[in-house]
Every structure is written in structure tokens, then in C-alpha cells.
């Protein structure tokens, strides 16, 4: 996809578009990629504790507070824990 975006790039129709055209553009195609990429990689089950850890890190605060309440906070960090430690090794 990367070599697809390239290619696009220096096309003359690319060319053509304003700067805010072309911004517009790449951000889309760079977020479809990345759609992409995480869709395939939450395919694998192995990273599955990863995913969890980077979405629960991404959550915003009033989420992560209603989580803990649903878990507990200590099991929660508990759990986290144990995913940062397999991570460590």
C-alpha cells in the first residue's frame, strides 16, 4: 500500500490538487492504512494482551473510572501489570 501511495504522489493528477487537497489525502490514506494494519494485527491472538493494554491506555479518564468500578482498580492494575511484565520479556 505504502508503494501504491508513492506512485499517487507523483502522479500529475496528485499534482493538480491544492495543498490542502493533498493534505486532506494523505491523512485519509495514512489513517486507512493504519485502520488496516491494526485490523490485521488484532487478528493475531498472541498480541491480544498488547491490544488491551494500548486500548485501555487510550481510553479518557471517565471510561478508565467506570472500567475500574466494573473490575475493581486493583485488578485491574494487576492485570495490567502482568501484561507490562510479559511485555519486559
Do not use: C, H
Not at 504522489?9 to 490542502?20: L, R
Request: charged share 35%.
Amino acid at each position: 500500500m505504502g508503494f501504491g501511495l508513492s506512485t499517487f504522489v507523483e502522479s500529475p493528477e496528485y499534482k493538480n490538487f491544492t495543498d490542502a487537497q493533498k493534505s486532506l489525502i494523505i491523512k485519509q490514506v495514512m489513517q486507512s492504512m493504519r485502520e488496516n494494519i491494526k485490523s490485521e494485527l488484532q487478528k493475531e491472538s498472541n498480541l491480544a494482551p498488547y491490544w488491551a493494554l494500548y486500548d485501555y491506555n487510550n481510553f479518557d479518564k471517565d471510561t478508565i473510572k467506570v472500567i475500574n468500578e466494573w473490575y475493581g482498580k486493583d485488578k485491574m492494575d494487576s492485570v495490567l501489570k502482568e501484561i507490562k511484565k510479559g511485555k519486559e520479556k
